[in-house]
């Protein structure tokens, strides 16, 4: 099993930064790659970045989200830059793991206008 605690989410303003962090803990040993998803109210849940042998952005993020790892940490990070109302959405840390998907519990982000 992998635990997954996520922090970091919030309310900003249009324009605005934030950054969420995910650690990894219990079995961390063979993950395969580590990332995040979204779900915005009314939409279903959509890739964000994912870092594995590559990273990957979903393209209404790029040039904005930065994905980076910590491996001596176990911690996964999101940095967020230029945050747009529809930026609002849960993020939910995600890792695989020999081919299993283990998920956060999410943390709400709000970008008022």
């Known amino acids: 099993q992998v635990q997954l605690v996520e922090s970091g989410g919030g309310m900003v303003q249009a324009g605005g930064s934030l950054r969420l962090s995910c650690a990894a803990s219990?079995?961390?040993?063979?993950?395969?790659?580590m990332g995040w998803y979204r779900r915005a109210p009314g939409k279903q849940r959509e890739l964000v970045a994912f870092m594995s042998s590559s990273t990957n952005y979903a393209d209404s993020v790029k040039g904005r989200f930065t994905i980076s790892r910590d491996n001596a940490k176990n911690t996964v990070y999101l940095q967020m830059n230029s945050l747009k109302p529809e930026d609002t959405a849960v993020y939910y840390c995600n890792v695989n793991r020999l081919g299993y998907n283990y998920w956060g519990q999410g943390t709400q982000v709000t970008v008022s206008s």
């Open positions: 219990g079995n961390i040993f063979n993950i395969n790659g």
